[in-house]
């Protein structure tokens, strides 16, 4: 069975520009995680889903992120206008056991901006 | 403020050693989950144990929780050099956050 897929693996983007992270769940998982990793502030829950609506979207630290769940099998995350210290890992998570339920993580998407 | 902080920040043992990193939490909890994150990788789930458990096994691992203080154990036993990684705790509780985690080098 495949795990939580991410893409792209690896971004490098200028300032301003505007970036997409993608997410697809474990199949049959009703919750979604964006979590965040830096070595400054560890892991960051942005933002999480269930059955494709967004419950909590506090941890999202501007207006120029914004979260997307069209189906249950896709999620976007995008940033715009990106600025270096968005710079970070960004990983998608999803559960099946609910929100404090086992996470599985994908292997995330380093997002580098110049 | 974080849910989970782990304890020590590092961590360094040689093969065969045991390890041991601690998890305090701040608020009551459903449960408490382990993870381990190895250099460059998405984290993976080890173990989660229940509010009304005390203690729990998997393989090497050995998991504690003392709800009264607020705090878990994690215990690897007989340690290799596959588990260097950092490892992570997550309260399951309203607040959804991991600490800054555990990093842990066992030496050959």
């Known amino acids: 069975d495949a795990g939580v897929i991410q893409s792209p693996r690896h971004e490098v983007t200028e300032m301003g520009q505007e970036v997409t992270l993608r997410c697809k769940p474990i199949s049959g998982h009703d919750y979604l995680f964006w979590y965040r990793q830096t070595m400054m502030r560890g892991l960051e829950l942005l933002i999480y889903?269930?059955?494709?609506?967004?419950?909590?979207d506090s941890g999202m630290p501007e207006d120029r992120f914004s979260a997307k769940m069209p189906n249950a099998s896709f999620s976007t995350l995008k940033i715009q206008p990106s600025e270096p210290r968005d710079s970070a890992v960004y990983f998608c998570?999803?559960?099946?056991?609910?929100?404090?339920?086992?996470?599985?993580f994908g292997e995330g998407s380093r997002l580098t901006v110049l | 403020s974080q849910q989970g902080e782990e304890d020590p920040q590092a961590l360094s043992i040689q093969e065969g050693e045991n390890a041991t990193m601690n998890c305090s939490y701040k608020t009551s909890i459903n449960n408490l989950q382990w993870y381990r994150q190895n250099s460059g990788r998405g984290l993976v789930h080890l173990i989660l144990?229940?509010?009304?458990?005390r203690e729990k096994h998997s393989g090497r691992l050995r998991v504690t929780l003392d709800t009264s203080k607020k705090s878990s154990s994690l215990l690897i036993t007989a340690s290799r050099a596959a588990d260097t990684a950092s490892y992570f705790c997550?309260?399951?509780?309203?607040?959804?956050?991991f600490g800054k985690g555990t990093k842990l080098s066992v030496i050959p």
């Open positions: 889903f269930n059955n494709n609506v967004p419950i909590d």
């Open positions: 144990i229940r509010s009304n458990e």
């Open positions: 998570a999803s559960s099946l056991e609910g929100r404090t339920g086992e996470l599985f």
């Open positions: 997550r309260a399951g509780s309203y607040q959804l956050t």
